[in-house]
């Protein structure tokens, strides 16, 4: 079906349930939404308000949802459910009566088909209800929402992705980065856009095939005897799946991305749901870039991803809120801990009980104090391979930036090697790129150099 036979068939509709063709606004919006467009933009080509064309959509889904006996149809479903309906099931008949399937557009008859309304969890929709129709979410696995600071940037990339119907999403970056809390931020931004959002942490590395029933049993909302595939569920509803702590599902002591045994299904997956033609979308969440994301990605592919970077100044806030003193001294402490807010909490707590605030005191000290951000580096660090922590231990030994067209003797790595070590590293978010006289250099943040050195020290 395309957005003309959506038009006619949304007009033969509106004729037999309200006796009334559809007017020129009515047709703008379903135009409109057909092609992704706001109703901001809607209404300002039609020099309407964007409140006054609010509402005759949500008349118009209310109509559709009711004439199709399916559950609520809204601006954000509109064009999937149309296009789900096969053209051959579709009769429009002379006497303006529709029948689609066994559906019939007698609004008494089709009001009996019905579903019962979803369940709701109250996270984050407005306990006041307007017209709009109510996400169905399962965000019980996710924590509450905390104090946020900026990413607005992100947050428009993430939006505008969503939009453009990417179908696969990973958001990478170090623990405490504030993946997690970035992904509660945008929730509210983006859920009208959904039908069912649900998610899911990896936390206990589920086996694909017990994830996968939760997730259907969800999104289907049906008992499992009758359950659809996965691809199925994306294809019926728009649903948005967030997987949490995707790392679990990697193994330790191999390059970044590789599979625990058992888990190598989970590739698969998330080959197919980028590949396969769907509305939904799944977010990953996690340290590391699972390596099938590395192939399918790009910037006109329907699976991206976001490196997560620590905050900028708005992470002065962070110390503000502790009650940190000497502001002036703040920005040099943020560059040191690379603007992750869990390190700056962490920093900052450390500074109230051993230095009363004092941020000069604590930086006086020749050496970085890890204190408890030691045991959160030992869970990544303990990942790496061998090859990884030579080269790691190379970097942390050399103060600037490093070449790595010349490997020192002692790395015992051949050129190849020590280009899949340094890809690996950047996939753990645990290396920095920066170009020197036109030529990419690595190097690692002032808080990993301090751990590694302590590790090597400690080895040694
Ligand atoms: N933009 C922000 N403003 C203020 N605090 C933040 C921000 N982002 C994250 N935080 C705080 O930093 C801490 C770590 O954030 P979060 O749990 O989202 O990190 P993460 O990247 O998901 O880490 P992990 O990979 O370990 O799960 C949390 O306490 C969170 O509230
Ligand atoms: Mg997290």
Redesign the pocket.
Known sequence: MDVEEALEFVDHLALTTTGKHLDSLQKAILRGTWNNQKYKEIAQHHNRSEKYVKEVGFKLWKLLSVALGEEQVCKANFRAKLENLRVGNISLFGNGCIHIGNISADSSQSSKNLQPEPQYNDKFNEPTSNAKPKVCQDLGDAPEP??????TSELTTLENWILGRTRVITIL?L????????TLQLIPQIQHEFDRIIWRSLRNSPPLASLQTDLIKFLSQQQESASPSLIECFRSHRCLIILD?VQTIFSSGQLAGNYQPGYENYGAFFKQITESSHNSCLIL?S?EKPREIAALEGENRPCKSLQLNG?GPEAQE?FREKGLAEPEKWSELIDLYRGN??WL?IVATLIQDLFGGSVSEFLSYDTLFLGDLESLLDQQCDRLTASEQQAIAWLANTPEPADISKIPENLQLSPPELLKVMQSLGRRSLVETVKQNGRSHFTIGPVIREYIINKTRHKN
């Open positions: 905390n104090l946020f600071y900026n990413r970056g623990s405490g980065i504030g993946k997690t809390a970035l702590d969440l340290w905050l962070i807010p869990l909490n």
